[in-house]
């Protein structure tokens, strides 16, 4: 079942329970779920847009090398074709966003794109797209949402170790470990975004947040860790 789907039954649940408390009756559930589930999406939706804008994102343009990997990709594993967004900046980071697996929007630095060999932009590229498909990417991007008006405390919804899955799934989708290991290896210190808010940090693969700044409240995995468990492989 499609998380958005999950989300918006969750929500008619509690009307409908609210509902009966009150002595309304299941109709109440049913505009619930309705409205709920429409109020829900748009939130999402504007906070996609928030944090696009928030970076500094802009449509991809001029990048024939990742447009062709991504086709490829999304060939290869039926996956729909994310929008492609670029961040005008030197770090090397990526991020991937949408509240389903047919509306997703891949963000990557111009770092990233400029520095990585085509081997490690496709290693990348493959770990977000895995992220799309097992439908995690609409979980962080619900969680974002969320932690947009509640500090930041839902983030702990995410799964353990949720960053180690993806390197693995990613990997599962190119068989090439080495591509990731070195996207890593290069991402690797230069991964700081000063535009990026704190309550994107689980968007990113690895945290947009500088150093000098603290890494309390990270949920991303150390990479030297992500990178010994890959060469395990």
Same mark, same amino acid.
């Given at each position: 079942?499609?998380?958005?789907?999950?989300?918006?039954?969750?929500?008619g649940v509690v009307f409908?329970?609210?509902?009966?408390?009150?002595?309304?009756?299941?109709?109440?559930g049913l505009v619930g779920l309705v409205a709920g589930a429409g109020l829900a999406r748009l939130h999402v939706q504007r906070t996609v847009e928030r944090v696009l804008v928030a970076v500094g994102a802009v449509p991809l343009t001029d990048a024939a090398r990742l447009e062709n990997l991504v086709d490829g990709l999304c060939v290869a594993n039926g996956i729909a074709h994310p929008r492609l967004m670029v961040v005008d900046s030197p770090a090397r980071n990526a991020a991937i966003l949408g509240l389903t697996p047919r509306h997703s929007t891949l963000v990557v630095t111009r770092g990233l794109l400029d520095e990585s060999t085509r081997i490690e932009l496709e290693g990348v590229v493959a770990r977000q797209l895995?992220?799309?498909?097992?439908?995690? +990417? %609409?979980? $962080?991007? @619900?969680? +974002? %949402?969320? $932690?947009? @008006?509640w500090a930041g405390a839902p983030?702990?919804?995410?799964?353990?170790?949720?960053?180690?899955?993806a390197d693995l799934d990613g990997v599962a989708y190119t068989r090439y470990p080495p591509g990731l290991i070195g996207a890593l290896e290069r991402i690797a210190g230069s991964t700081s975004l000063d535009s990026a808010p704190r309550w994107t940090r689980h968007l990113w693969i690895d945290d947009p947040v500088s150093p000098a700044h603290g890494r309390a409240g990270s949920f991303h995995s150390p990479i030297d860790e992500r990178i010994a468990t890959l060469r395990e492989l």
């Open positions: 079942m499609a998380f958005a789907t999950s989300v918006a039954i969750a929500v409908l329970l609210v509902g009966l408390l009150l002595g309304i009756g299941w109709w109440f895995a992220l799309v498909k097992s439908e995690h +990417a %609409a979980l $962080a991007t @619900v969680v +974002a %949402a969320i $932690a947009v @008006v983030q702990r919804l995410l799964p353990a170790r949720a960053d180690l899955l």
